[in-house]
């Protein structure tokens, strides 16, 4: 997997280290998924936790939302296209 960023050279990322990323993302929305379902002050704890962490506290919602779509990122990389 190649990813560019928009100020920098082409990150690589070999099979291996894409599949252990993809793996911890999925736990962690497991992990989101099952507090929500299990609700009670756990989750309220994370909820909060996600509001008020440095730099990003947002909703946890987004906060799954985004560890979905990081997951799709890697199953779907967008090309990177060569310089002409």
């Known amino acids: 997997m190649t990813a560019r960023s928009s100020d920098g ?3 690589v990322l070999s099979a291996q280290d894409a599949a252990f990323i993809r793996q911890a993302l999925i ?46 990122h890697i199953d779907f990389p967008t090309p990177v296209r060569s310089p002409r």
């Open 9 to 11: 050279p082409a990150v």
């Open 27 to 72: 736990a962690a929305s497991a992990v989101f998924a099952q507090a929500k379902d299990i609700g009670g002050p756990g989750y309220q704890a994370l909820r909060d936790a996600a509001l008020q962490a440095p730099e990003s506290g947002r909703p946890l919602a987004a906060v799954h939302y985004d560890v979905c779509l990081a997951v799709d």
